[in-house]
């Protein structure tokens, strides 16, 4: 299940009223702006009208024109976000150079953007609330939100937003997926769509995840992936010795975990590695054959850099329980999310040879992961549906960048190929991973990832361009038409 979000460490100091600064890096720190808007809770039911929560926006409009500049909407995903990150950090140069307004809208039950704000008689995720928690129901909330924005009627009336301004949305990952999909179901909203790692397909069995973790640590030697495979394999065997079990789960600090959790924990917390774009520090712990050594190296890494992976939120116990305890916790709905519609279940790649985890992360338990928390044997996952409704890898719709990382495990589910209308682009280069462009652009980043961001520029000169003209020309028509009138 790894978490797929782009890491959302917002660091966030209020200054009171409703700005709050963001450090991006080292030595730049912005100032954004968070609101609150209401959004409707079910956008497919006639009384739509009967129910509003508070879903959670914020704004960064140091270098806003509302004459001339552009409208980004940086769409969110499966945990919380307080506006630009670090993450995204690529959106403070982007408003810079379009005279942007940048708007980040949280999504439904992530974060504080809970329809069902947990009580003594609610809890925010059961079964019977998350019911309302749907990709489409994600697209609807943009659509009405975009909508309103379009016509003023939000944030005080401070920006002066008109039809003058396009709009494009941003996303990575799954977010990256509902910016693709946005394009398709309401392309009268936005002139174009970023992509980035937009997972797209849906695939239940998804072991094309796992078999990129080989490949790409591939990349540092053969002896990379080796030695991790032998790592876990002497885990797997440390694990299932009751001499030996305790103190291995101590050390991991994941004493509450079931050895199958366990081996779950274990290698989805080293694909993170390579997930976010350390494919070369985790060969680096493993660049050795003796297992005590990695054991030891794997943890100091860990305790030195501060980042611990929390094991509690890989029980079952914690999966199952439908109350929101703080804004960071996503686990349980995303678990939702994937067990609902998306699979994407990593299970070991079935490449022989190329596994780089154990057998027991097969797709029994993935679902037994998902019948369990939600008590009910529908939520297993239904990729047709979802494909069917978006198009999957056939999806057709105009003016969508797509972007691959190629180290990203996640690019096997997006789209990689050009065709009318949608540009795909490859970023090819080392610990080029998930999202990678959208990060704060570092005199480091190598070519190819400098020609993704100017690729991507060229491509939104040419829909805001061509959006000034058709909006010039409309503009022209009605005049015309009063003067013949
Ligand atoms: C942001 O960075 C500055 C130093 O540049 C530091 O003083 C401040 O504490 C940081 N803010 C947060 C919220 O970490
Ligand atoms: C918008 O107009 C201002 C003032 O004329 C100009 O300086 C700026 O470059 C323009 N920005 C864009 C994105 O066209
Ligand atoms: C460590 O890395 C080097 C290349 O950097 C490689 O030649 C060597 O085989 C690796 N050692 C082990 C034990 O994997
Ligand atoms: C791990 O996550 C759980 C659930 O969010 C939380 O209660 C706990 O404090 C976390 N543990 C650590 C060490 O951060
Ligand atoms: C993504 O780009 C890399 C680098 O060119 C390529 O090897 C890989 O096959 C691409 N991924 C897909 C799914 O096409």
Same mark, same amino acid.
């Given at each position: 299940?790894?978490?797929?979000?782009?890491?959302?460490?917002?660091?966030?100091? =209020?200054?009171?009223?409703?700005?709050?600064?963001?450090?991006?890096?080292?030595?730049?720190?912005?100032?954004?702006?968070?609101?609150?808007?209401?959004?409707?809770?079910?956008?497919?039911?006639?009384?739509? =009208?009967?129910?509003?929560?508070?879903?959670?926006?914020?704004?960064?409009?140091?270098?806003?024109?509302?004459?001339?500049?552009?409208?980004?909407?940086?769409?969110?995903?499966?945990?919380?976000?307080?506006?630009?990150?670090?993450?995204?950090?690529?959106?403070?140069?982007?408003?810079?150079?379009?005279?942007?307004?940048?708007?980040? !809208?949280?999504?439904?039950?992530?974060?504080?953007?809970?329809?069902?704000?947990?009580?003594?008689?609610?809890?925010?995720?059961?079964?019977?609330?998350?019911?309302? !928690?749907?990709?489409?129901?994600?697209?609807?909330?943009?659509?009405?939100?975009?909508? +309103?924005?379009?016509?003023?009627?939000?944030?005080?009336?401070?920006?002066?937003?008109?039809?003058?301004?396009?709009?494009?949305? &941003?996303?990575?990952? $799954?977010?990256?997926?509902?910016?693709?999909?946005?394009?398709?179901?309401?392309?009268?909203?936005?002139?174009?769509?970023?992509?980035?790692?937009?997972? &797209?397909?849906?695939?239940?069995?998804?072991?094309? @995840?796992?078999?990129?973790?080989?490949?790409?640590?591939?990349?540092?030697?053969?002896?990379?992936?080796?030695?991790? +495979?032998?790592?876990?394999?002497?885990?797997?065997?440390?694990?299932?010795?009751?001499? =030996?079990?305790?103190? !291995?789960?101590?050390?991991?600090?994941?004493?509450?975990?079931?050895?199958?959790?366990?081996?779950?924990?274990?290698?989805?917390?080293?694909?993170?590695?390579?997930?976010?774009?350390?494919?070369?520090?985790?060969?680096?712990?493993?660049?050795?054959?003796?297992?005590?050594? +990695?054991?030891?190296?794997?943890?100091?890494?860990?305790?030195?850099?501060?980042?611990?992976?929390?094991?509690?939120? $890989?029980?079952?116990?914690?999966?199952?329980?439908?109350?929101?305890?703080?804004?960071?916790?996503?686990?349980?709905?995303?678990? @939702?999310?994937?067990?609902?519609?998306?699979?994407?279940?990593? =299970?070991?790649?079935?490449?022989?040879?190329?596994?780089?985890?154990?057998?027991?992360?097969?797709?029994?338990?993935?679902?037994?992961?998902?019948? +369990?928390?939600?008590?009910?044997?529908?939520?297993?996952?239904?990729?047709?549906? &979802?494909?069917?409704?978006?198009?999957?890898?056939?999806?057709?719709?105009?003016?969508?960048?797509?972007?691959?990382?190629?180290?990203?495990?996640?690019?096997?589910?997006?789209?990689?190929?050009?065709?009318?209308?949608?540009?795909?682009?490859?970023?090819?280069?080392?610990?080029?991973?998930?999202?990678?462009?959208?990060?704060?652009?570092?005199?480091?980043?190598?070519?190819?990832?400098?020609?993704?961001?100017?690729?991507?520029?060229?491509?939104?000169?040419?829909?805001?361009?061509?959006?000034?003209?058709?909006?010039?020309?409309?503009?022209?028509?009605?005049?015309?038409?009063?003067?013949?009138?």
């Amino acid at each position: 299940m790894k978490a797929i979000f782009i890491l959302a460490i917002t660091l966030s100091l =209020t200054l009171g009223d409703n700005t709050f600064q963001t450090n991006i890096t080292d030595s730049l720190t912005i100032t954004q702006q968070v609101w609150q808007f209401d959004q409707i809770l079910d956008h497919f039911h006639p009384l739509k =009208t009967d129910t509003i929560w508070k879903q959670r926006f914020c704004t960064f409009s140091q270098y806003w024109n509302p004459l001339n500049g552009t409208v980004f909407i940086s769409i969110g995903g499966e945990s919380q976000m307080k506006g630009i990150s670090p993450g995204r950090g690529w959106l403070v140069q982007l408003a810079q150079t379009y005279n942007a307004l940048v708007i980040s !809208l949280e999504h439904r039950f992530y974060g504080v953007s809970q329809p069902f704000p947990q009580s003594d008689n609610d809890d925010s995720f059961s079964v019977q609330n998350l019911k309302f !928690l749907t990709h489409d129901q994600a697209l609807a909330d943009t659509a009405y939100f975009i909508s +309103q924005v379009k016509q003023n009627l939000f944030a005080d009336n401070s920006f002066k937003v008109s039809n003058m301004n396009p709009f494009i949305t &941003v996303g990575g990952s $799954y977010p990256g997926a509902l910016s693709a999909w946005f394009r398709y179901k309401y392309p009268h909203l936005t002139v174009g769509a970023l992509a980035s790692s937009a997972v &797209v397909n849906a695939i239940e069995d998804f072991w094309q @995840y796992d078999n990129q973790i080989y490949t790409s640590t591939l990349k540092s030697g053969s002896w990379c992936p080796s030695n991790i +495979q032998a790592f876990i394999n002497s885990i797997q065997t440390e694990v299932n010795d009751p001499d =030996t079990k305790a103190a !291995l789960l101590i050390q991991f600090q994941a004493q509450q975990l079931s050895v199958d959790e366990f081996l779950f924990f274990i290698p989805d917390n080293l694909a993170s590695f390579v997930q976010y774009g350390q494919r070369t520090i985790l060969c680096t712990i493993f660049n050795t054959t003796d297992y005590e050594t +990695q054991k030891s190296n794997l943890v100091d890494y860990w305790n030195q850099n501060k980042n611990f992976p929390n094991a509690t939120v $890989y029980s079952q116990n914690f999966l199952n329980n439908p109350k929101k305890t703080q804004d960071s916790d996503n686990m349980r709905q995303w678990l @939702y999310q994937y067990c609902s519609y998306f699979g994407w279940l990593q =299970t070991p790649s079935q490449i022989a040879g190329q596994a780089m985890r154990t057998s027991s992360n097969s797709i029994s338990f993935f679902e037994g992961q998902c019948t +369990q928390a939600f008590q009910n044997s529908i939520y297993v996952p239904k990729p047709d549906e &979802v494909n069917g409704f978006y198009g999957g890898l056939n999806l057709l719709a105009t003016n969508i960048i797509f972007t691959n990382g190629s180290e990203d495990p996640w690019q096997w589910a997006s789209l990689t190929k050009s065709k009318n209308g949608m540009i795909a682009i490859v970023s090819d280069c080392d610990d080029c991973a998930h999202g990678v462009e959208l990060s704060y652009p570092k005199p480091t980043d190598s070519q190819a990832l400098q020609n993704t961001r100017t690729t991507i520029k060229q491509n939104f000169d040419k829909w805001i361009s061509d959006f000034r003209s058709q909006y010039v020309f409309s503009y022209v028509q009605s005049q015309l038409k009063k003067i013949n009138q």
